[in-house]
């Protein structure tokens, strides 16, 4: 059994809402040497072909299972494309770790933490940053994927249904989404105390000193060269429209959320998400 369980510690999950800043941590983590990285397969456009649902909860799946088990030694089945392709070619590595950067798997990372043994790296942010990042793209979010999952709601988002349920304007839609994720989120923090969770705007004011200590947790390999890509990487230029920019001046970029939102925005936001959001910005 110990010898199972030391064999399929094969990974590390980076989680959190999407746009909290989970792409710049999971690339930044997959420098370290024996570290490759495998983008959101829980996606259901261009992720593993299993999943077709967004924001899929899992808690147990023996089909599911499967699929981790062969994402973990790099024959996971993706649907075609160049990240794929280049996951793909780590299939005859010997003792690489998958990094699984994704998002879209934060409901099931509890069952992905106890049944393969990952660490988990749980990345909050501001909701109003959230929302101002949502709003910049235009992003918007259909509800019905997570009411017509009898179980999540049975277990978890009941409570919150009305909220789900009711028309919205776009700033009450990113706030209760972002309720909905972090709500989950934080039930599963409290019961994984090994759980590593940092704040976007924490990492943000102090990329190299945040990156080393979970590199540390992470029991990765730190060196000058990270370092320096680390500080390339958040001292460039803050957001543009593109969906990605990874060189990015990540103090100013802390703030700029606040050019975007309204005064009438953040009271309906902070509102909204107060229960959570409290806990984490007091």
């Known amino acids: 059994m110990r010898l199972r369980e030391k064999e399929m510690n094969k990974g590390i999950l980076v989680t959190g809402s999407h746009r909290s800043g989970t792409t710049w941590v999971g690339k930044i983590l997959s420098l370290a040497q024996n570290v490759e990285y495998a983008n959101e397969p829980f996606n259901p456009k261009f992720g593993l072909r299993f999943f077709k649902t967004w924001f899929k909860y899992i808690k147990e799946d023996k089909e599911a299972e499967k699929e981790i088990q062969k994402l973990l030694q790099f024959k996971g089945n993706f649907r075609f494309n160049l990240p794929a392709l280049k996951y793909w070619s780590n299939r005859f590595s010997q003792n690489k770790v998958v990094l699984i950067k994704d998002p879209i798997a934060c409901f099931s990372s509890d069952w992905l933490s106890s049944r393969f043994n990952i660490p988990v790296l749980v990345i909050f942010r501001h909701p109003a940053a959230f929302y101002a990042s949502l709003k910049r793209l235009d992003w918007h979010f259909d509800f019905q994927n997570l009411l017509s999952q009898k179980e999540l709601m ?9 909220l789900m349920e009711k028309e919205k304007s776009f700033a009450e839609e990113a706030a209760t989404l972002w ?6 989120l934080d ?19 102090n990329p190299v000193e945040e990156f080393k200590d979970i590199y540390q947790r992470l029991d990765l390999k730190f060196t000058k060269e990270i370092e320096k890509e680390i500080e390339k990487h958040s001292q460039g230029k803050v957001e543009t429209r593109k969906e990605l920019e990874l060189n990015r001046n990540s103090k100013e970029l802390i703030q700029n959320w606040k050019k975007h939102v309204t005064e009438e925005e953040l ?16």
Do not use: F, M
Request: aromatic content about 10%; hydrophobic content about 30%; proline content about 4%.
């Open 154 to 162: 049975a277990d978890h988002l009941e409570p919150l249904r009305g």
């Open 267 to 282: 009271k309906t936001i902070l509102s909204i998400t107060k229960e959570i959001s409290q806990k984490y910005y007091p």
């Open 179 to 184: 309720l909905c994720l972090y709500t989950i």
């Open 187 to 205: 039930k599963y923090i409290q019961k994984n105390k090994n759980w590593i969770v940092k704040r976007h705007e924490d990492i943000s004011l």
